[in-house]
Structure formats: structure tokens, C-alpha cells
């Protein structure tokens, strides 16, 4: 199983939009509404930010919004702040027998 | 409020085992497979093993496979890495996290804050 494809590095200024991509294949991002996205900070743990490709889980700002289209599923964070300065990750579920594959991973500059 | 907190992470040399201990509490810990995700210095998450719920069902990645052994006990809320043949390129921070929607999980909504597994003569 081959690892999502995302940009290695994006940014933005305070205030501004970003968007992250990450691409699969019709067999994990494109086959199933199962994507995830993480958000890491140096040193701790990731944390959940999106699951099932557009939810958010309690306690993640609003800003933060997830959607797919075809084989490629999109983070998106509005109103950009500087601690939204992270990595993120994105994650696809891939079938009843294939675990799941994550992205490579994308650094977020806030500017 | 749930929390997982490994432990067993250290310095080990080439060829050498260390068993990783993750303990779980503030949810139904047997109601869940549990999952293990490792971070080599500097590098994205990788996927290492899962349990199922009942400890009945196993993976490994292939990276891992014949080296590594995952188990749980339930009536201690912890999981467990049996590391084994351990090389350089295992040498990673070690997540224990809570999936959902089965042994395949469709996400990870708890992660443990990591244990570093160094492997070097």
C-alpha cells in the first residue's frame, strides 16, 4: 500500500485561508468517505482535527474543515492563527482487509 | 477522560527486544481495537500493528512481521509490543492509539503522547 500523497510544505499569513491536499487512489481516498486528517506539534502527539473526510470532533474549531473530491481529499483552515503552525497528516481507510495508509505528511508555516 | 500512556521505550542494541506497555483508562478499554503507529526521527507516521477488541485478531505490517508480537489484556486496560530482532530502522517514537470502526479502523480519535525506541551498538 502506498503511502497519500501531500504537499511537503505549505503557508500563510494570520488571517488568510490554506488548503493541504491529499491524493490516493480509487482504492483508499477515492473508494470510501473514511479520510482522516491529524495535526502534530513538535514533539507531542498527533491529534484528530477530521474523520470521515468532513467531520470535525468535539472541541476542533469550526475553521478547520475537511471535503473530497475523486481520489483526493483536502484540509482546509480558515482564519489562519500562528498555533495552527503544525503537521498534518492525512489518513485513508482502504477495505476490510487492508489497514489503513497515511500521508506523508505536510509542514504548516503561518507566516 | 481518556488517556493512554505508554511506556518500555529505551535504548537497545541491534537484534535486541524491548516490550512496549500502553496504559489505557477513562473508556471501555476491551470495546476497542487498539493500534500502534510509530514516528522515525523526523519522518511521517507509519503503521505498525492492531488488535482487536478480544485480543482474537492480529496485523503487522510487513516492515514488522515475524519480529514483532501486539497483545492486550483486558482486565489490566493495557496493550502491549513484544519488539523483537530489533533493527536500526525501528528506531521510531512508538503511539499507542484507540481506533474506531473495528480492527480496520476508519480513525484514531486518541493518541498516548509516545514512547522512543532507540536501536544502536
Redesign the interface.
Known amino acids: 500500500q502506498s ?1 497519500l500523497t501531500q504537499p511537503r510544505s505549505v503557508s500563510g499569513s494570520p488571517g488568510q485561508s490554506v488548503t493541504i491536499s491529499c491524493t490516493g487512489t480509487s482504492s483508499d481516498v477515492g473508494g470510501y468517505n ?1 479520510v ?1 486528517w ?1 495535526q502534530q506539534h513538535p514533539g ?5 482535527m477530521i ?2 473526510v468532513s467531520k470535525r ?1 468535539s472541541g476542533v474549531p469550526d475553521r478547520f474543515s475537511g471535503s473530497k473530491s475523486g481520489n483526493t481529499a483536502s484540509l482546509t483552515i480558515s482564519g489562519l492563527q500562528a498555533e495552527d503552525e503544525a503537521d498534518y ?1 492525512c ?1 485513508s ?1 482502504a ?11 505536510t509542514k504548516l508555516t503561518v507566516l | 477522560e481518556v488517556q493512554l500512556v505508554e511506556s518500555g521505550g529505551g535504548l537497545v542494541q541491534p537484534g535486541g527486544s524491548l516490550r512496549l506497555s500502553c496504559a489505557a483508562s477513562g473508556f471501555t478499554f476491551s470495546s476497542y481495537a487498539m493500534h500502534w ?1 510509530r514516528q522515525a526521527p523526523g519522518k ?4 505498525v500493528s ?1 488488535i482487536s477488541s478480544n485480543g482474537g485478531s492480529t ?1 503487522y ?1 510487513n516492515s514488522v512481521k515475524g519480529r514483532f508480537t501486539i497483545s492486550r489484556d483486558n482486565s489490566k486496560n493495557t496493550l502491549y509490543l513484544q519488539m523483537g530482532s530489533l533493527r536500526a530502522e525501528d528506531m521510531a517514537v512508538y ?1 499507542c ?1 484507540r481506533g ?2 473495528g480492527m ?11 514512547t522512543l525506541v532507540t536501536v544502536s551498538s
Open positions: 503511502a473514511y482522516s491529524y507531542k502527539a498527533p491529534k484528530l474523520y470521515d470532533p497528516y489518513c481507510y477495505g476490510s482487509y487492508t489497514f489503513g495508509v497515511f500521508g506523508g505528511g | 503507529v511521517g507516521l507509519e503503521y492492531a496485523y505490517a503511539y492509539a474506531i470502526g480496520v479502523a476508519r480513525y484514531f480519535d486518541y493518541w498516548g503522547q509516545g
